[in-house]
């Protein structure tokens, strides 16, 4: 998601080591296989440990109205959207939310 452009956006890129683990663990699960990564193994050693959290890489329409649903119901009404979601372990950015 672009904060400034306030579209979602689709970029390729690589994925992280604990999905690299999490795939190779997959197969031969259930019957006998083989897991084939296509990169070397300079690139894996690059790769982040881990995923940033879909928070910080989705836009946050959804997120937001959800937020927003809960606190009303919870009659939270003073609230916003941008405090409840600050206090997530990985908070966005206060420009994805506004």
Not at 6 to 25: F, K
Not at 27 to 47: D, I, N, S, W
Request: charged residues 25%; glycine residues 4%.
């Amino acid at each position: 998601y672009d904060p400034f452009l306030r579209v979602p956006t689709l970029n390729t890129s690589w994925i992280s080591r604990a999905a690299v683990a999490q795939r190779a663990g997959r197969a031969g699960r259930t019957a006998p296989g083989v897991c084939y990564h296509l990169f070397a193994r300079q690139r894996a050693e690059m790769f982040d440990p881990h995923r940033k959290p879909e928070m910080l890489r989705t836009a946050l329409d959804d997120v937001c109205l959800h937020a927003r649903l809960l606190l009303t119901r919870q009659n939270k009404l003073n609230v916003s959207a941008w405090q409840y979601l600050s206090r997530a372990p990985d908070p966005p950015e206060e420009q994805s939310v506004r």
